[in-house]
C-alpha cells in the first residue's frame, strides 16, 4: 500500500493553473539494523545512559565544539531516528558531549579489531610464524605416538598457561 501526502503547490499548464504535486513513498519499512541506524541506537543508548535530553546535548554540545556552534536538537533527533549520519565533525563533538569514543558509536564496541585469541594475533601478523607452525606440524606427524605425547606435553607446559588453554594427549 502506498501513501501520498501534499507538498507545496507548483504552477502548471491548462485550465487549473495551480496543482498540488504528489510524492509516494514505499509502505515497507526501512531495513532493521542498518548502519545509519545503529549509530542512531547506540547514540540514543549514550544519551538516556547520561540521563540527558536531546536539547541537553545539544547545549552541551556548544561547549565541546572550537567553534561553538555544537549540533542542533533537530541534527540529533535526524542520528537518532537513523534518517541521516554524523559527520566527522558531529560524531568528535557528540562524542566529547557524552564521554563516549568513536568506535562507541561507530562499532559499538572499545576494540573492535581485537582478536578473540592470542595464539591467532601471531599467526595474522607474521608470515615467518605461519611457516614456522607448517613446519613443526610436519614434524610432529613424523614422530611415534609416545614421543608426540611428550612433545604435546611439553608444549602445553610452555605456552598452555600462557593461553590460558591445555590440551591432554588423549583427547586428540
Known amino acids: 500500500m502506498l501513501r501520498q501526502w501534499p507538498s507545496r503547490r507548483v504552477p502548471r499548464q491548462g485550465k487549473d493553473r495551480w496543482r498540488t504535486p504528489r510524492r509516494t513513498i514505499s509502505a515497507k519499512p ?3 539494523d542498518t548502519s545509519d541506524a545503529a549509530i542512531g541506537r547506540r547514540l540514543r543508548e549514550a544519551r538516556e545512559a547520561k540521563g540527558m535530553t536531546q536539547q541537553q546535548v545539544s ?7 572550537p567553534d561553538e556552534k555544537g549540533v542542533s536538537r533537530t541534527a540529533i533527533v535526524g542520528y537518532e531516528s537513523g534518517s541521516s549520519r554524523p559527520g566527522t565533525r558531529e560524531l568528535r563533538i557528540l562524542c566529547e558531549a557524552l564521554h563516549v569514543t568513536p568506535n562507541h558509536l561507530i ?3 572499545e576494540h573492535p579489531f581485537q582478536t578473540s585469541h592470542a595464539a591467532l594475533e601471531g ?3 607474521k608470515r ?4 614456522a607452525a607448517i613446519q613443526v606440524a610436519f614434524l610432529v606427524m613424523v614422530l611415534r605416538d609416545h614421543e608426540r605425547d611428550a612433545l604435546l606435553n611439553l ?3 610452555l605456552g598452555g598457561t600462557r593461553l590460558g588453554t591445555s590440551v591432554s594427549p588423549a583427547s586428540r
Do not use: E, F, H
Not at 547545549?59 to 565544539?65: E, M
Not at 615467518?128 to 611457516?131: D, G, L, N, S
Open 30 to 32: 526501512p531495513a532493521a
Open 59 to 65: 547545549v552541551r554540545s556548544k561547549w565541546s565544539d
Open 107 to 109: 562499532y559499538g564496541s
Open 123 to 125: 599467526l595474522r601478523t
Open 128 to 131: 615467518r610464524a605461519i611457516k
Open 155 to 157: 608444549a602445553n607446559s
